[in-house]
T-cell receptor, first 112, second 114 residues
Framework: DQQVKQNSPSLSVQEGRISILNCDYT??????FLWYKKYPAEGPTFLIS?????DKNEDGRFTVFLNKSAKHLSLHIVPSQPGDSAVYFC???????????FGTGTRLTVIP | DTAVSQTPKYLVTQMGNDKSIKCEQN?????MYWYKQDSKKFLKIMFS???????INETVPNRFSPKSPDKAHLNLHINSLELGDSAVYFC?????????????FGSGTQLSVL
């Protein structure tokens, strides 16, 4: 059962524009969400996270928005740069649980 | 200096063989994991060790046996390899076993079972 879904397998954006990557989840017990970025032939690297007590967290060009009622989060990258081209994974966990659930990733291509 | 390193990067083997993947972290973390990314790109946790003790075992077949000689190492041994074991296996570590703690991943081992 896929509890974290990234319905867009790919996204292309022009350099300098905003990239918006979306993630939906089904488990209302999830209270912590993370985004990871993955380059080819490398492991995922942590990008940004958000707790369910917040609806926004910002780190430089990256902002994550959380809409708990819709069970939806999004990652905004602005301005997008060619080096942002990678696969982005959304992940979610619940306090006290022993698992972290990942989405299947969205491949972002930033066109110079 | 690689924080989480796993070897080998590629592993091609025949069905029925036994193989091992090694993982080491130099971050001083207490917790280490094995994740599997299958052909559908799902990243799923297999095992988690905290200070050399197994804390998570996610319904993985007995053919998979993790071994943690110390908290900086977590190796994965797979017996009697099957075609369905073909996947990318990622080792990871974190400072604590809290599932919200950020993970540091190795670069992955691409296992192909023929």
């Amino acid at each position: 059962d896929q509890q974290v879904k990234q319905n867009s397998p790919s996204l292309s954006v022009q350099e300098g524009r905003i990239s918006i990557l979306n993630c939906d989840y089904t488990n209302s017990m999830f209270d912590y969400f993370l985004w990871y970025k993955k380059y080819p032939a490398e492991g995922p690297t942590f990008l940004i996270s958000i707790s369910s007590i917040k609806d926004k967290n910002e780190d430089g060009r990256f902002t994550v928005f959380l809409n708990k009622s819709a069970k939806h989060l999004s990652l905004h990258i602005v301005p997008s740069q060619p080096g942002d081209s990678a696969v982005y994974f959304c992940a979610a966990s619940a306090t006290g649980a022993n698992n972290l659930f990942f989405g299947t990733g969205t491949r972002l291509t930033v066109i110079p | 200096d690689t924080a989480v390193s796993q070897t080998p990067k590629y592993l091609v083997t025949q069905m029925g063989n036994d193989k091992s993947i090694k993982c080491e972290q130099n971050l001083g973390h207490d917790t280490m994991y094995w994740y599997k990314q299958d052909s559908k790109k799902f990243l799923k946790i297999m095992f988690s060790y905290n200070n050399k003790e197994l804390i998570i075992n996610e319904t993985v077949p007995n053919r998979f046996s993790p071994k943690s000689p110390d908290k900086a190492h977590l190796n994965l041994h797979i017996n009697s390899l099957e075609l369905g074991d073909s996947a990318v296996y990622f080792c990871a570590s974190s400072a604590t076993p809290d599932m919200g703690e950020k993970l540091f991943f190795g670069s992955g081992t691409q296992l192909s079972v023929l």
